[in-house]
């Protein structure tokens, strides 16, 4: 199950992302927000990110206007590792490398087009498993204070 989560900025794109995991047969649940009318991203960003931090959902996404506050906003809930990403490059590199476990993107920095591209390679790819990825992974984890 994929947690989702955006602000006004990225109510748009998350529509089409959520039209994109229903074509592919993939379970969502959405914690909002639901409409276009301005609210505050951190509120949706710890909603979504403590589903994935708790285990309800296996990864999340998450879409403000740039993607910058809603990751950072995420990435304050312990064991949440949200990468931004807008390219799919960076979409693959960070579930290899980092095992990411929530994407975020700016709908005001991509197209829906790219988006969905970014959105299919960020959760068809695995992580690596390499020895130096877990360790730094397990060094991010149990080294900071999150």
């Known amino acids: 199950m994929i947690a989702l989560g ?12 959520k039209k994109h995991l229903e074509e592919r047969g993939i379970e969502y649940k959405d914690y909002g927000c639901y409409s276009e009318e301005p609210v505050d991203y ?13 285990g309800e959902c296996e ?26 990403c807008h390219d799919c490059f960076s979409a693959a590199a960070t579930k290899e490398h980092n095992n990411a476990n929530m994407l975020a993107m700016g709908a005001r ?13 960020f959760l068809d790819t695995p992580f690596s498993n390499d020895e130096r990825h877990v360790r730094r992974v397990d060094m991010i984890e149990k080294t900071f204070d999150m």
């Open 109 to 121: 920095v991509i197209g829906p087009g790219l988006a969905l591209k970014i959105v299919d390679t």
């Open 6 to 17: 955006c602000d006004h900025g990225g109510y748009g794109l998350m529509q089409e992302v």
């Open 59 to 84: 990864l999340g996404i998450l879409i403000c206007g740039t993607g910058i506050g809603i990751s950072i906003a995420a990435n304050k809930v312990k064991g949440i590792r949200a990468a931004l």
């Open 42 to 54: 951190p509120v949706y960003a710890k909603k979504a990110a403590h589903a994935v931090a708790d």
